[in-house]
């Protein structure tokens, strides 16, 4: 079974500084893929970042990126220049293939942004 | 690209009525459609998978009689409570899967759901 762990339930940043949230994971997949879907307080999921596993590359979008660490299975997401429109629940998520491709969360991060 | 709608976006009904909830990929065909439901301060939890013109796939402990899934097109998944009860108040998300990135998900909205 896939396992997501967020291991910070909450964490703050102060604006245009820099913040990284951990992630670590389980799987006995070979092909799988990896994404943070954050969650304002809107309720909207929306897609931040994907990172296939087969590929070494750290995924950047704009200010944020991975840590990603197969070997490790660690999967760390670095917003820089945080703004306070980052204010939201961060989820780490795996997708693990199968025909379904269901995505498993973790609990996720709350982060707040502070001006 | 890749929108994915919801209606309504919140309700509230009383005790033993049903209630529609539908989910509309606006700019692709979905081949794929998930329903979630998500407690207040917690993650979201998969209730069933739903592929056009088949059958749903309910996740363990989810009662396939009481939620109602049907998936009758490319663009359109629909979920019914049927017979709701105040424990099913919730947030229901729906997302959908596209041909070109499979493993992608775009989550609608959601849909806020009070039973009185």
């Known amino acids: 079974a896939q396992t997501v762990t967020q291991s910070q339930p909450e964490m703050s940043v102060q604006e245009a500084e820099t913040v990284t949230l951990s992630c670590t994971y389980d799987?006995?997949?070979?092909?799988?893929?990896l994404f943070w879907y954050k969650q304002p307080p809107s309720r909207q999921m929306i897609l931040v970042i994907r990172?296939?596993?087969?590929?070494?590359q750290n995924a950047t979008e704009n200010r944020f990126s991975v840590n990603f660490q197969k070997a490790a299975k660690s999967f760390s997401l670095k917003i820089s220049d945080s703004q306070l429109g980052d204010t939201a629940m961060y989820f780490c998520?795996?997708?693990?293939?199968?025909?379904?491709?269901?995505?498993?969360f973790g609990k996720g991060t709350k982060l707040s942004v502070k001006p | 690209g890749a929108v994915v709608s919801q209606h309504p976006s919140r309700v509230i009904c009383k005790s033993g009525t049903s209630v529609k909830i539908e989910c509309r990929s606006l700019?692709?065909?979905?081949?794929?459609m998930f329903w979630y439901r998500q407690f207040p301060k917690q993650s979201l939890m998969l209730m069933a998978t739903?592929?056009?013109?088949?059958?749903?796939?309910?996740e363990q402990g989810v009662e396939k009689d009481k939620f109602l899934i049907n998936h009758a097109s490319l663009t359109l998944s629909t979920l019914t409570v049927t017979s709701a009860h105040p424990e099913d108040s919730s947030f229901y998300i729906c997302?959908?899967?596209?041909?070109?990135?499979?493993?992608?998900?775009?989550f609608g909205p959601g849909t806020r759901l009070l039973v009185l």
């Open positions: 997302s959908a899967r596209g041909d070109w990135q499979q493993e992608t998900q775009y």
């Open positions: 799987t006995s997949e070979n092909n799988y893929y």
């Open positions: 990172q296939e596993a087969y590929k070494q």
């Open positions: 998520v795996i997708e693990g293939g199968g025909s379904q491709g269901n995505l498993i």
């Open positions: 700019d692709f065909q979905a081949t794929t």
């Open positions: 739903s592929n056009e013109g088949s059958k749903a796939t309910y």
